[in-house]
């Protein structure tokens, strides 16, 4: 049971009222802060009191705070917490605190509005992917998509709580953590009003438990999830237990990290912005993440390099295929870079060094970035700029345009940019688009032989068009014919890894 603020004023003022100290009109009043009781003070002098252990558990039995009794019989309005937070004298003076740097103000309003667009536009983009993803029967129907959905929705929340905490609060919750920790030895930390501190706390709950999950939990479930995929042969898409694990897990660490400071009654009455030596619950798994997370993208990179190596390594080394294999080497990496969260290893160390210095600037720039813009990258990556969701999105339309107008004839910049796409995905699985015989390419690209596999596996094709069902018997003679040609190796395997519709990153 913790008592209400008005119930410890009450205790304050009566346990002094009992007594004989302080019975003359002119000394300051028993007063309670909502942190220490002020015992009843002379004009003049400056009360010292014992740091109260409720909310300084880990102050120094040396530590003590202050509050001047003016020379009116009243208190002064701030009293002096400092050495209480740990603060040493030299520290505490007015001296130290001239050599705290501090962000400009343009800084500041620059970065709260780059903050504010950033994760609007963020949030458009991943609620568009998550229609697009779930809109599509295809898409939706692809397990690894789910776990897509669940990492965007996660983005989403997390890029809401970001625009409240700018909006709503007082100082948002990043420049909180950040500015306050310049000087907060120098001053005391913000106090909320009763009615509004357990509103906040579960603010403060909500918003540390996305952002572990955001950022370790379910990007460590996307690393994992590729790694299993890349390595096994034959590989059950179990795609529940990593959603289960990005859900529960921090949600378990989040309810024992802040029960635990509950029960050891750290900052009962603050919003749990300041630190604790508890929050290690919940963040000592995610550097342990972030470590796995870190092994499994340099796996992935060498794993590329080696498909790029065996793809080129029976051809002639011209400065243009070296190009080209360098740069899908280059933008693959990019790529997995926001998806594995690589840049919070910027992030997870101790930055209080870089308080003193101009160097603060850059790294709550990059920070603040890479956290507005990841939400936007990932979902970028995996709906509008991903070749198998373009597809799907543009064979849908066409389905679309097909039943409601018979005379319908897809435009060439249609039929061309889908047989793009179809040469990519050739292409991006090790084998050019060249590797096919050449007087069975252009048949390929016209009656979509990796359409009609897609389908044939899955089950899924609508036979009432009859031009869908031209392009199929089409295909079947085709896939008939070409099973019949003496074709090398690489052709072969270039047709299995078609019909098989694997799993592409690149």
């Known amino acids: 049971f913790i008592p209400s603020t008005k119930q410890m004023a009450d205790s304050c003022t009566s346990t002094y009222n009992l007594s004989s100290v302080g019975t003359n009109d002119s000394y300051c009043l028993p007063f309670f802060d909502r942190i220490a009781c002020w015992p009843p003070t002379e004009p003049g002098v400056r009360r010292y009191i014992s740091c109260p252990s409720n909310v300084f558990p880990n102050a120094s039995s040396d530590a003590y705070a202050t509050r001047l009794c003016t020379n009116e019989s009243r208190w002064e309005d701030k009293a002096q917490y400092g050495l209480c937070m740990g603060c040493s004298p030299a520290e505490f003076s007015n001296s130290s605190r001239t050599n705290a740097f501090s962000l400009p103000e ?13 994760n609007g536009l963020s949030i458009v983009l991943l609620a568009c992917g998550i229609l697009i993803l779930l809109g599509n029967s295809r898409l939706r129907q692809c397990s690894r998509n789910i776990l897509h959905v669940n990492v965007f929705l996660v983005f989403l929340i997390r890029s809401a709580i970001q625009l409240i905490a700018e909006l709503r609060m007082s100082r948002g919750y990043f420049a909180h953590n950040v500015f306050d920790r310049i000087d907060a030895c120098n001053r005391t930390t913000t106090y909320f009003n009763e009615d509004q501190l357990l509103d906040c706390k579960l603010f403060t709950i909500l918003m540390n438990y996305i952002n572990s999950s955001v950022s370790h939990w379910f990007v460590f479930c996307e690393a994992f999830y590729l790694f299993r995929l890349l390595r096994a042969k034959a590989y059950k898409d179990r795609v529940r237990w990593y959603i289960l694990t990005g859900w529960l897990a921090p949600l378990i660490l989040t309810i024992l990290t802040y029960t635990t400071r509950f029960m050891k009654k750290t900052d009962l009455y603050t919003c749990w912005f300041e630190p604790s030596t508890y929050d290690w619950i919940l963040h000592g798994p995610n550097v342990i993440l972030q470590i796995f997370n870190f092994i499994i993208f340099i796996y992935i990179c060498i794993l590329l390099a080696r498909k790029l190596n065996k793809t080129y390594r029976t051809a002639a080394f011209s400065d243009q295929r070296r190009f080209a294999k360098y740069s899908r080497l280059t933008r693959s990496t990019l790529i997995l870079l926001p998806v594995f969260g690589i840049h919070y290893f910027l992030f ?24 507005s813009l990841q939400g936007l990258i990932v979902a970028l990556i995996y709906t509008l700029i991903n070749a198998e969701v373009q597809r799907e999105m543009f064979r849908s339309f066409d389905r679309c345009l097909t039943r409601n107008n018979a005379q319908w004839q897809q435009p060439n910049i249609f039929r061309n940019y889908m047989n793009k796409l179809d040469n990519d995905r050739l292409y991006s699985l090790g084998y050019p688009v060249r590797s096919t015989p050449v007087q069975y390419r252009q048949k390929l690209q016209l009656t979509g032989v990796m359409q009609y596999h897609h389908c044939a596996n899955h089950h899924r094709c609508s036979l009432s068009n009859p031009s869908r069902q031209d392009s199929i018997n089409a295909a079947t003679a085709i896939a008939q014919e070409l099973s019949l040609l003496n074709l090398t190796p690489n052709h072969r395997q270039a047709l299995v890894n078609i019909q098989n519709n694997p799993v592409y990153f690149t």
Not at 348 to 371: A, D
Request: glycine share 0%; charged share 10%.
């Open 106 to 118: 343009a800084y500041i309003v620059m970065r709260r509005y780059f903050v504010v667009c950033a």
């Open 348 to 371: 997870m160390w101790n930055t209080k060094p870089l308080l003193i210095s101009n160097l603060i600037l850059i790294h709550l720039t990059v920070h603040t970035v890479s956290l």
